[in-house]
C-alpha cells in the first residue's frame, strides 16, 4: 500500500508535479489531492484551463488505483474518462477526493470530485474507467 509520501514521490518528475499536484491522504479505495492555481494551469480567458481540471482527477484516480492494483498486476492506463464542469476560479487552490467505485481483475473505476479550497465550491465531477496491466506471456513453451 502506498502513502502519501511515496505518492508524491512516484510523481515527481511527471506530469502530476509538473501541474503541480501534491498529495496529501491514501488510503485503500480513496486519495485526496491538492494543487494551487497559478498563471501556468489558467486558459487565455484569465481562468482554471478545463484541461489542468481533468488532469488533476485524472492523476488522483490514477494513482489512487496504483495504491489498489490486484495482485499480479504491474500498472494501468485509463480508458475512459468524463468531467462535468460545474465553475472554474481564478484563484486560490484546488482540492480533489477520489474514490473508487469499482475494483475488479481487469478494470477499476473511480470517481472524483474537484472543489475550490476557499470557496468550498464544487468546480467538477470525474469519473474515469482503468484498465488493469499484467505483465505478458510469450506464449512460447519453455523446454
Not at 96 to 122: I, L, M, Y
Request: a neutral charge.
Amino acid at each position: 500500500m502506498m502513502n502519501a509520501e511515496q505518492a508524491n514521490a512516484r510523481a515527481k518528475g511527471f506530469f502530476p508535479s509538473h501541474i503541480g499536484m501534491h498529495f496529501t491522504h491514501v488510503a485503500h479505495g480513496e486519495i485526496h489531492a491538492e494543487c494551487e492555481v497559478r498563471r501556468e494551469l489558467m486558459a487565455p480567458n484569465g481562468y482554471l484551463h478545463a484541461g489542468a481540471v481533468v488532469t488533476f482527477a485524472d492523476s488522483c484516480a490514477g494513482f489512487g488505483c496504483m495504491a489498489t492494483l490486484p495482485d499480479g498486476a504491474d500498472g494501468f492506463t485509463t480508458v475512459e474518462l468524463k468531467t462535468n464542469h460545474l465553475g472554474t476560479t481564478r484563484d486560490g487552490t484546488i482540492l480533489c477526493q477520489a474514490v473508487v467505485a469499482h475494483t475488479g481483475r481487469t478494470t477499476q473505476v473511480w470517481d472524483a470530485v474537484v472543489t475550490h479550497k476557499e470557496s468550498g465550491r464544487t468546480l467538477a465531477l470525474f469519473r474515469c474507467t482503468q484498465m488493469i496491466l499484467y505483465p505478458r506471456t510469450t506464449g512460447v513453451a519453455q523446454s
